[in-house]
Nanobody
Framework: QVQLVESGGGLVQAGGSLRLSCAAS????????MGWFRQVLGKEREFVGT????????YYADSVKGRFTMSRDNARNTVYLQMNNLKPDDTAIYYC??????????????????WGQGTQVTVSS
């Protein structure tokens, strides 16, 4: 059974940093793009960023560009989201997701096959 498990969320003050991790029990992890999304209660799930299968390419939403960085370790089946200079607007549940095989730099939820359960990030002002 495929599982994606996020960790690293928590409460941080504005301007602070957090590093989220997502460990995947997915045999084809190393050939899939991975993504991070976030969601606030009552709003649609929002794209945050994606990293290519080999970690060589990344793409971010404008709202996090320059502050967030994605990376991955295929030997550990883990993807990371380093979040710096956090703002109260970054408060959300953060989800990692594994894309459908063969999809390049996916930014839509429909391009992702597997999802984690989410981890809460709260940024206080």
């Amino acid at each position: 059974q495929v599982q994606l498990v996020e960790s690293g969320g928590g409460l941080v003050q504005a301007g602070g940093s957090l590093r989220l991790s997502c460990a995947a029990s997915l045999r084809t992890f190393s050939v899939r793009a991975m993504g991070w999304f976030r969601q606030v209660l009552g709003k649609e799930r929002e794209f945050v960023g994606t990293v290519s299968w080999n970690g060589g390419s990344t793409y971010y939403a404008d709202s996090v560009k320059g502050r967030f960085t994605m990376s991955r370790d295929n030997a550990r089946n883990t993807v990371y989201l380093q979040m710096n200079n956090l703002k109260p607007d970054d408060t959300a549940i953060y989800y990692c997701a594994a894309a459908r095989e063969g999809v390049s730099m996916p930014r839509e939820t429909r391009d992702y096959t597997y999802w984690g359960q989410g981890t809460q990030v709260t940024v206080s002002s």
